[in-house]
């Protein structure tokens, strides 16, 4: 699968993507909204920044405990159900007299949910699609996020002013609730791709089987630090440059959807897997710029230059899914975005105390030097090749089963 006419013209991929598209479109116009309702309410940046983000580091939760549920749910049920939870949640967030306490223990939870919603909504979209046809296809779906929420906080912006937080509020779950439409009535009925009962247990002996692998380890890290790092450089753009922060973003937006058309649509499959190492790279290199403290058209150039390594996700994302057995599919996937949410989480933290004791540049640049001393510790396990190693067979309902003597599993047919 090579254009993205034949990506649209697969069954049930449209009704997914408009379902992934609602999604993250109500997530961001409720998230800006509640965001501004707790600063409103609190005067607090720091319950702010809770508010908006604190689902994201709430998806560790939903990673150690939900997860088994992936591959064990039927998955158009599992969608429609998740989103409707959403649209649930956001409106009780938006009833007067709530208190903040409770509305941010509502928008944690729902963050716990989203681990599972992520990796039910990855699992299908591999099983939907042609190994060869999943890249493009997380590709399509990582520039419809990026879209939608650069939308998202335009429209929100606009709701904030027009109606109010509330009301914005009631927008995001009115999204919610078309998410949650879309999926049942677009999506075939299909069977999970496991059996047996999702438990807790399940998901801990799931992850840790998941992890045991070298070759899956040193994917999951690459998947995991580097891009947290670097986002943890991008959450220092506002302190670095206040009245141009916005313009930053927007580089970075660019640069990262000219990095998934490329590699997503015209780099051949037998290409792409040697460059998750020179796309890592590159996403942390241009940020060292920032210590010369170099003017605006400059940090735009290295901002959008940068940001097209984000584009390493879809190569190993890629090798993740050659790595696994079909029936952990949506558990692993779900686990490298969980992992990757709360990582990035994690790193903005961080980001935000370095810079507090030095300076925002600093910070920059010292995660950026971190992001890339990652990435050439992992050089040697992410380079193409080293999946050979623990390869496995892809079965239906089978665990990973070793390949037979001379076979190679997941090598370029090209």
């Known amino acids: 699968m090579r254009t993205y006419r034949e990506l649209f013209r697969t069954k049930e991929f449209t009704p997914l993507f408009l379902t992934s598209a609602a999604h993250v479109g109500a997530q961001t116009v409720s998230g800006l909204a509640l965001g501004t309702l707790v600063f409103d309410a609190t005067g607090s940046p720091l319950l702010s920044a809770l508010a908006m983000f604190g689902p994201s580091l709430a998806q560790v939760i ?9 591959d064990r749910l039927a998955p158009r049920a599992t969608l429609s159900t998740v989103a409707f939870v959403f649209a649930l949640g956001t409106a009780v967030t938006a009833l007067p007299g709530l208190p903040i306490a409770a509305a941010l223990a509502i928008v944690l939870g729902l ?16 099983e939907i699609l042609s190994t060869e046809g999943y890249l493009l296809g997380r590709s399509t779906l990582n520039m419809s996020s990026g879209l939608m929420q ?11 002013t027009v109606l109010s937080p509330r009301g914005t509020l009631l927008t995001g779950a009115a999204l919610y609730l078309t998410a949650a439409t879309v999926a049942r009535l677009g999506l075939s009925r299909r069977p999970p791709r496991a059996t047996g009962r999702p438990s807790i247990s399940t998901t801990r002996r799931n992850n840790a089987l998941l ?10 890290l690459g998947l995991w630090v580097p891009n947290g790092l670097v986002v943890g450089c991008e959450s220092l753009y506002v302190p670095y440059a206040p009245q141009h922060a ?92 969980a992992g990757m949410l709360t990582m990035q989480g994690v790193c903005a933290l961080l980001a935000g105390a370095v810079a507090e004791l030095t300076s925002p540049a600093t910070g920059i640049t010292v995660l950026a030097t971190a992001s890339l001393t990652v ?33 190679p599993v997941g090598t370029d047919p090209a």
């Open 62 to 70: 939903g990673a150690t405990t939900l997860l088994s549920a992936a």
């Open 111 to 126: 963050g716990v949910v989203s681990a599972l919603g992520g990796g039910v909504r990855l699992g299908l979209l591999n």
């Open 150 to 160: 650069i939308g998202g906080f335009a429209t929100g912006g606009v709701l904030l």
């Open 211 to 220: 992890w045991a692998s070298p070759p899956r380890r040193r994917v999951f």
């Open 246 to 337: 916005g313009i930053l973003f927007a580089a970075g937006a660019a640069g990262m959807l000219t990095g998934d058309i490329l590699i997503g649509r015209f780099v051949p499959r037998r290409r792409r897997t040697h460059l998750a190492v020179p796309l890592l790279l590159l996403l942390a290199a241009p940020h060292l710029l920032f210590v010369l403290g170099p003017p605006l058209p400059l940090a735009l150039a290295a901002v959008m230059l940068a940001t097209v390594g984000y584009a390493a996700s879809l190569v190993l994302q890629e090798r993740l899914m050659e790595l696994t057995p079909e029936a952990l599919s949506g558990h692993a996937l779900g686990l490298h975005s």
């Open 375 to 407: 990435t050439l510790a992992l050089t040697r396990g992410l380079r193409a090749g080293g999946a050979a190693e623990g390869s496995v067979v892809r079965t239906r309902a089978g665990d990973a089963v070793p390949p037979s003597p001379g076979t």
